[in-house]
């Protein structure tokens, strides 16, 4: 691992400043589960850790409208378990469950879970080359071992996948990054946030290196209280990846009707995925199975596997069927299983 410095600023004006002018040499840092592993491993490397605990953004608020304000170093478990997250939003309760392990729960920090790196083995290899380590060097998944990587959105210059789970939901949910410079605030819709790989794989997001995550806004979310699943299926129960993951959100009307639809996959692309036209398709219908086929095909339109992931594409379109039926039945919160 290589020398780092450290400093623990206590206010968000000098966290700022330490970073501003010095991007590339300095991160943030806060749970650390996913930077500190990548330091580890020499896949990632910082001159100079600016510690960010000490900043007032571990709460979760309601806002006035009716929505809720998430922290950004508020703790993944924090969020999962807090009464209004269970309340008003539960696929973001059931998604981020879904997720990790306890231990990890406990110590990730909700900016850090939008930021964290792709899980793809080559990535992590230093011996392989790889363009979302250091763009130019080539992909060694393509043609190599590509269980895990994307269906969707990839490019000839990379196909790994994002593996948040609690994103997946944030998509669905329509939430808004709040993110602060020495510029200035500005706040980033989430499906804007990440980024697909295209020519520059090595850069994830929209976040610019001097820029701090504050707060994840949700807007208000009451009509899909009652008929929301995340769905995650993976090669074991805990502590796994997901190889494709479905945050399904129905608005189902007194007469029976679809008012409206919220769908994201995860596991299948560089970001959450999602496609309003195929929720599109879902409204002013009865919820029905072939009806639900129809928007899968839709929301898959352009997969793509790499030979020992082509079996996605099938898992990916049988999965939001089965999501957006159980949807139907209504939402039923995490048990549990995945805290072993």
């Given at each position: 691992?290589?020398p ?21 040499a ?11 592993d ?9 001159p ?7 900043l007032p ?11 809720l304000?998430?922290?950004a170093l ?6 999962a378990y ?8 539960p ?23 939008l930021l964290?790196?792709t ?5 992590y290899?230093l ?11 080539g ?11 994307a ?7 990379c ?32 499906t ?5 790989p295209e020519?520059?794989?090595d ?17 208000p979310?009451?009509e899909?209280?009652a008929?929301s699943v995340?769905m ?5 129960l ?6 494709v ?6 608005d189902i009307g007194?007469d ?13 692309a ?6 309003p036209q195929?929720?599109?398709m879902?409204?002013?219908?009865r919820?029905?199975e ?6 899968a095909?839709?929301l ?5 596997g790499?030979?020992?992931n ?7 379109r ?17 048990t549990?299983?995945?805290d072993?």
């Amino acid at each position: 691992m290589n020398p780092f410095s450290y400093s623990h600023p206590d206010s968000l004006q000098a966290a700022l400043n330490t970073v501003a002018g010095n991007e590339g040499a300095i991160r943030f840092i806060a749970g650390g589960t996913n930077l500190l592993d990548l330091m580890k491993e020499g896949v990632m490397e910082a001159p100079h850790l600016v510690d960010i605990n000490g900043l007032p953004y571990d709460s979760i608020e309601a806002g006035p409208d009716g929505g809720l304000l998430l922290g950004a170093l508020a703790r993944n478990a924090d969020t999962a378990y807090h009464p209004l997250v269970r309340e008003r939003y539960p696929l973001l309760a059931n998604a981020i469950l879904a997720g990790a392990s306890p231990q990890l729960r406990n110590m990730a920090s909700n900016g850090g879970n939008l930021l964290q790196r792709t899980r793809c083995l080559y990535f992590y290899d230093l011996a392989t080359p790889c363009n979302k380590r250091r763009n130019g060097e080539g992909c060694s998944a393509i043609g190599g071992v590509t269980r895990q990587h994307a269906i969707l959105g990839a490019s000839e210059h990379c196909i790994a996948t994002h593996p948040s789970d609690m994103c997946v939901a944030l998509a669905a949910l329509d939430a808004v990054v709040h993110v602060e410079s020495a510029r200035g605030k500005r706040e980033i819709p989430f499906t804007a946030f990440h980024r697909l790989p295209e020519d520059r794989p090595d850069i994830d997001t929209t976040l610019a290196p001097d820029e701090l995550i504050t707060h994840i806004a949700l807007p208000p979310a009451d009509e899909y209280r009652a008929h929301s699943v995340y769905m995650k299926l993976r090669e074991r129960l805990s502590y796994a990846f997901a190889l494709v993951s479905v945050a399904a959100a129905l608005d189902i009307g007194a007469d029976g009707a679809i008012r409206s639809a919220r769908l994201a996959l995860g596991g299948v692309a560089h970001k959450p995925w999602r496609n309003p036209q195929a929720e599109a398709m879902l409204a002013g219908n009865r919820p029905d199975e072939a009806l639900f086929g129809d928007a899968a095909d839709f929301l898959l339109q352009g997969a793509v596997g790499q030979g020992a992931n082509d079996f996605k594409i099938p898992l990916a379109r049988n999965a939001i069927v089965r999501a957006l039926l159980a949807a139907t039945e209504g939402t039923a919160m995490n048990t549990g299983e995945n805290d072993d």
